[in-house]
């Protein structure tokens, strides 16, 4: 629906607090980041960014799980259950 | 390489769905194949790109009127005799904007494209024509700097200018300065190089990274704000074609992979050849920054032009001498064989994606365009 | 690739290693006999699954249906012509993004539009069509506003920056529309029997994953909401498989590493901020839906393109042969309309699905179409 | 022919005087002479068309960077050995407006233009390249008309178009359509002819009425509001060159009169050779259509564009049979001999009007203009 | 060619044959060692001169002296800068003669302009710039006017055809000058002896003879209203002789087929209706000259681009090494000027007499340059 | 100072009366002949033509008299004399 790019948040832009600049393999382009004011971005920190945008900062830690339970997928059942709650995907409400 | 991994999808579809697909699939290829009919009323900027487009105007309007033996081969150069002598002739156009880029500018571009043409037809270049379209306001400096840029490409690529030619047109009547040129060089004894001549089993390589032209001068134009280190690509590849040519008796083809990028050139060969060529994904050459770019605005590298990159088309016996006979040249460090020839299915250009999956590459319509979705 | 490296977050979803192990598990989920039907919502997903040959990995009873998530598909005929219309009118420079410079309208698109008389130019964000704003006081920029949830933001940051900066030259034409509506026609249409949906991850990054919980609690259906590169629409797959198997219905979040569960507030904010559902919206082959698209609210009325500009807003009907409908509801899958592939293709288009390389019957025509069966066979050469 | 008529103005002026003007028409001559110095910063519409201006550009920004032997001569086309066979090369750019006019279009003016830069070198004509640049927008049903025009007129020329391209530019890119064609011909054994081979004695012929093709575009555009019955003279002359060189041994040099028309060539001629060129105005053939348009506009026939039209220089023994010759050919029916070659003053271009004075033709620095006063 | 043939009032006055009949009694009539010096006040004939070579035809002691009737000679460069002021305005299209287009001003001549960022081109007749106001009503038209009272008729009739269709988006830049004040002030200037004038045949269609009277009258000095083909111009030089031999001084109309004696009246009511005097103008080389030149009535204000443009009016001293001025007055030969043909040519003219065909230096290096004395020489071979 | 140029006046332009069309060596041009409003002009006059307007008409008894005397200017001054008076050249006001 709509082409979304991980790019590193790798500077900010002197008096323009709502942009940034991110790098996509080694590719440099200045974004607005107002969209997540309320993220606490870090330089460092990955965000997805969508025309012009940054959208919404990526967790490396969920992106970790999923690759666990990946790896997971030819190892036994249970393990890969393990790895699957890890991972958080399992998403009723009660369980946030 | 492999086509596709068979090994997951065992499991065949339903009998009639199958049938079905596949009569669908066997129409397409039919109209594909038909001479094609330019429905458009007037030219748009899709009939300069060098894909679909291109080809319907020049299949609709250029053949018919024009059309020969020699030109209808529709080669990067033409191969005469003239006085008894074996010529190669092509001319293209440069319109180039900004003119001036990163590793270039339209100067050194318009004789490296020339050169180009000739040498992947298997000939050494020698003359070559100037014809110049400035805009009234031009700056002088500027058309300085465009000429001796020519200077040291047609230095560097052993060729004179031997004629040439000055239009002004009003301001607004061209976009500062266009240049044409054409180009004359010797066949090289002995060579025979054509699209059409691809054979199944044959290996696919390229002379070295893909899209580093495009990129450039798509980020030079300074609107999509992207700021990556990469510089055009645009070389004359006439040394490194006479190197490949003395040592590699088995070379099929070349062809400089320009406006539309490899793909389109790869799409020219399946369909001259009648043959299918199968491309690794993996294998293909990407600098970094150009799959960043790409990546931001959608675009797939393998369409994105390249002035200084050819594919080569080799019998199975030449691939490695060809290979290190590119990777010992400048610039063709980062040779790779990417792909082979197929018998089927013909005309039509398959990728095995790094995911393991196959995919047709197409000709594109007219120019990729950033996306947004 | 994965452990203690660096992320990338792109090349790490797309190991074909792991891709054939999660094949195998998907395989051992089937049911032998039963046909699974999943609709993956976004046309996103319809691109990678197509350029990422991802059907490769599937048992042929898995079948994956297209849905409505192609913004640019779902245009209707006269918004294109309004566009143009608006474009034609002195001193107007018009922007939109690529992927709207080659659909069809009744007329022919931007591009024939462009080779006849207006001037319209693509950008990469409409904070870029602000830029010429700026730049060029002496034109008027109209920026064509598309997309879902996921785009609005930025049509929205942009309105607001105008609106401060005091720019009277920045117009909007807003066709922003919303995916519930859609997804929910779909689901009250006749003609279609789906197993489940991938949800889209995109969008989700702005709306969050609750407005999909009425799928699963209305109608049982599973939904997972997915990420872009083939492992997660693949993971995805197993987990929708997963649901059915255990006999479970839940809305899960595969793209948990970008996709809140509650969406993106701020993002929410500035669309309500600066507009307001429409009464209804036509969308292409789908036909009139209630509140299913975004205008400016009547604060931004000076920078609406609708109201500043005279929009002829006359309904095109879709050319007889189309069939777009058919195919953005899943009940036809691309090469079995009529026309597809012979007056269709993409250098001629007939219906906007052929136009996006989101659009299913594009991705189909660019990537998939071939004989899968003879492709096997040569390559044991 | 006599130079000026002395019976009256028998009188000698001042000594002092005489010898003071004459120095300083020794230092203008020195000035010109000396390669000039381009000033303007900007390209000006001066500078495209064929005067003082464009010789300018070429030899301060073109020539000291791209120059050769062969460049450097700057004839109609390059003399070129390839593979041992003697080539004539050339280019031209065409970006004529309005692109159809009556007598001609942009089509066939780009095909005959090459092949008359050829003949006019003492080539066959054979094999010319075409370049397009069309402005998005322009109408494919002109672009059909263009390129079939360009087929009749190589048909008539008997020469192929052997390689091509397109470029397509955004809308105010370029005025419609603009052609580039290179071309190839093979010399003509035994014939050299040059410019700079001119001898006093001499004759200098035009090969017919001249002017047409620049007043019928100039009226073609409409801005003018006038009407005259005047086609554009666009024509091959390889068939009269043909006949020329084989019947005529003591043909020195030919030129088509193209940008600048005869009184450029002239100037040309007297340049390359150091001789001066002495005209006959009542014997230059020129239309009535074309005189009576010139004088409305206050411009010189001798300066308007020619497109079929060449000028000859012929040693004495040669020069009836060349005329005869020309007029025997068609399109040469008003071939005539309009002057003839002198010592003195060497570079410069007189006039015996009419009147019965005497004048120089001197380069213009631009075009032609529309004058009121 | 004359007698009962039909005439076509060209070729007719340019016979050789009368030519030199004309000259031998000119020669008779010249006094043994006396010079003569006739000033054409036109550069219609200056150019007439050099064009058809008719100093071949003049025994050397009679001088023809270039005057200052050359209307673009005359502008000054504050003038052309203030014209490329005006075409800089957003939305100017601005017309001028094809004469004017190669003028240098402070910083360069039209064409240059256009180089940059003008947009500056000819018409062949004010009525086609007002042509070009009607089809282009979103662009302002502005007609930079030059000219003598011959073309001043022309203009005011474009002013009222302009007024009766109310067009509102043409201007006038006015620079029309009149000729009766530069003579007389080249008859007031002290470096200067004249025997004799050949007066301007084409103003004087529109002025008469009559202003010239008070030449003969105060100044005593002979004057002959001349036509502009060859042989009108060496008939009005015998003239001139003639009354010089017989001891006469009076204004002769030796183009009386195309010169009324009274003008023309509703050229000069036209002129009256739309331009009034200006109390002092700027004449290249000449300095100002009181009630030497026009401008529009307030009654044209809305239509005058002095009013309606913000011109600057800048006066830009001649470059140093110009002697233009000299030169339209006839105290120098324009090879005298020390700059004459190696810095001032035509493709680099410093001053305007090397711009205009009409401009001596211009007429003298195209046409002129050359030493009669080889030429006679090398004729004879 | 001012081309002028002789042409024919050859035809006349439908409901412009300020126009007219004249003819030079073969080539039309429309032109405005309102500055002779007052001259009656008929087909096949000449008028004197400058930047399209016609400034005035054209005497061909004042020509043939110029061409008269230039005939006799081989012959005896009396002759001439009265050939330049036909001429009308010497125009003291006087004599008009
Ligand atoms: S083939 Fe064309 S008309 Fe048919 S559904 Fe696809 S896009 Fe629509
Ligand atoms: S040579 Fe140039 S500067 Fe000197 S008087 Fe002539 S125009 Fe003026
Ligand atoms: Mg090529
Ligand atoms: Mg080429
Ligand atoms: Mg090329
Ligand atoms: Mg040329
Ligand atoms: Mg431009
Ligand atoms: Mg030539
Ligand atoms: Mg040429
Ligand atoms: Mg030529
Ligand atoms: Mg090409
Ligand atoms: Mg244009």
Chains 1, 6 share one sequence.
Request: charged content about 20%.
């Amino acid at each position: 629906m709509c082409l979304g790019i991980p790019g590193e948040l790798v500077d900010t832009v002197a008096e323009q607090p709502d942009l940034g600049v991110v790098m996509v393999s080694g590719v440099r382009r200045k974004i607005n980041v107002a969209l997540l004011a309320d993220q606490d971005l870090r330089l460092g920190d990955w965000v997805l960014v969508h025309v012009g945008f940054a959208l919404s900062k990526i967790s490396e830690d969920e992106a970790r799980a999923v690759l666990a339970f990946l790896e997971s997928i030819g190892t036994p059942y249970a393990d890969e259950l393990t790895a699957l709650r890890e991972s958080n995907i399992d998403g009723w409400p009660g369980e946030h | 390489m492999s086509v596709a991994h068979g090994e997951v999808a065992q499991q065949e579809a339903p009998r009639g769905q199958v049938a079905r697909e596949q009569q669908v699939i066997e129409r397409i290829e039919r109209v594909r194949r038909a001479r094609p009919r330019l429905r458009e009323e007037r030219i748009t900027m899709a009939h300069g790109a060098g894909g679909k487009a291109t080809q319907t105007l020049i299949d609709a309007v250029f053949l018919p009127r024009l059309g020969n033996p020699v030109l209808d081969r529709m080669e990067d150069a033409a191969e005469l005799v003239a006085g008894g002598t074996r010529l190669a002739f092509t001319t293209d156009s440069f319109v180039v904007s900004p003119l001036f880029f990163p590793g270039g500018d339209i100067g050194d571009l318009a004789i490296n494209g020339t050169v180009n043409d000739l040498a992947v037809r298997g000939a050494t270049p020698m003359f070559l024509s100037a014809g110049f379209i400035l805009e009234e306001g031009f700056a002088v400096e500027d058309l300085e700097r465009v000429v001796a840029s020519m200077a040291r490409a047609a230095a560097a690529a052993g060729v004179q200018v031997v004629t040439g030619d000055t239009k002004v047109v009003q301001r607004g009547g061209a976009d500062g300065c266009y240049i044409n040129t054409a180009g004359i060089g010797t066949m090289i004894p002995g060579v025979r190089l054509a699209a059409a001549s691809a054979r199944p089993g044959d290996a696919v390589l390229v002379s070295g990274p893909i899209g580093e032209h495009g990129i450039t001068v798509m980020l030079a134009r300074g609107e999509l704000d992207i700021d990556a280190d990469v510089t055009s690509d645009t070389a004359p590849l006439s040394g490194m074609v006479s190197a490949l040519l003395h040592a590699v008796p088995g070379v099929r083809a070349l062809r400089d992979a320009t406006r539309g990028g490899v793909a389109t050139v790869l799409n020219e060969i399946a369909r001259a050849a009648d043959v299918s060529v199968v491309v690794d994904e993996a294998a293909v050459p990407v600098s970094p920054q150009v799959r960043g770019t790409a990546e931001l605005l959608g675009i797939d590298p393998l369409y994105v032009a390249c002035e200084g990159r050819m594919v080569a088309v080799v019998e199975p016996d030449g691939v490695q001498p060809a290979l290190e006979v590119l990777r010992a040249h400048p610039g063709g460090e980062q040779a790779a064989i990417i792909g082979r020839v197929a018998a089927d299915p013909p005309g039509l250009v398959l990728l095995n994606t790094v995911f393991g999956g196959t995919r047709i590459v197409d000709l594109l319509v007219g120019d990729p365009l950033p996306r947004i979705c | 690739m994965a452990g203690g490296t660096l992320m990338r977050y792109v090349d790490e979803f797309r190991d074909a290693e792991k891709a054939r192990a999660l094949a195998a598990r998907i395989a051992q989920l089937c049911e032998p006999g039963r046909e699974y039907k999943f609709m993956e919502v976004c046309g996103g997903h319809t691109h990678t699954i197509y350029k990422h040959g991802l059907e490769d990995y599937l048992p042929e009873n898995i079948t994956l249906v297209h849905g409505p998530g192609c913004p640019v598909c779902v245009i209707p005929m006269g918004r294109v012509d309004d566009a143009i219309h608006i474009a034609r009118q002195p001193g107007v420079l018009m922007t939109s993004f690529g992927d709207m410079m080659r659909v069809p309208g009744g007329n022919g698109s931007f591009f024939d539009a462009n080779a006849r008389d207006t001037n319209i130019r693509m950008v990469y964000s409409p904070l870029d069509a602000l830029a010429i704003a700026r730049q060029r006081p002496e034109q008027r920029i109209v920026f064509m506003a598309i997309g879902f949830e996921t785009t609005a933001p930025s049509t929205a940051m942009t309105l607001l920056r105008a609106r401060a900066e005091g720019l009277r030259n920045f117009f909007v034409f807003a066709n922003h529309v919303t995916i519930i509506p859609a997804i929910k026609a779909i689901l009250d249409s006749p003609d279609l029997r789906l197993d489940g949906f991938l949800g889209p991850g995109h969008v989700s990054t702005v709306i969050g994953c609750r407005p999909y919980e009425f799928i699963a609690r209305d109608y049982g259906k599973p939904v997972v909401v997915a990420g872009f590169e083939p492992l997660d629409i693949l993971q995805s797959v197993y987990l929708l498989m997963r649901q059915l198997a255990e006999g479970r219905c839940a809305v899960e979040n595969q793209y948990g590493r970008v996709v809140p569960w509650d969406g993106n507030p701020i993002a929410l904010q500035a669309i309500n901020q600066t507009m307001r559902l429409r009464p209804f919206f036509e969308w292409r082959g789908l036909g009139f839906i209630n509140h299913s698209a975004l205008r400016l609210r009547e604060e931004f009325a000076e920078y609406d393109a609708e109201l500043v500009f005279d929009v002829p807003g006359v309904r095109i009907a879709d050319p007889k042969a189309c069939q777009c409908g058919e195919v953005l509801k899943g009940v036809l899958k691309p090469w079995e309309c009529k026309v597809f592939g012979t007056a269709c293709t993409p250098e001629t288009p007939i219906g906007t699905c052929m136009v996006s390389p989101e659009g299913a019957c594009a991705a189909y025509y660019n990537f998939g179409r071939f004989s899968r069966q003879r492709v096997r066979e040569a390559s044991r050469v």
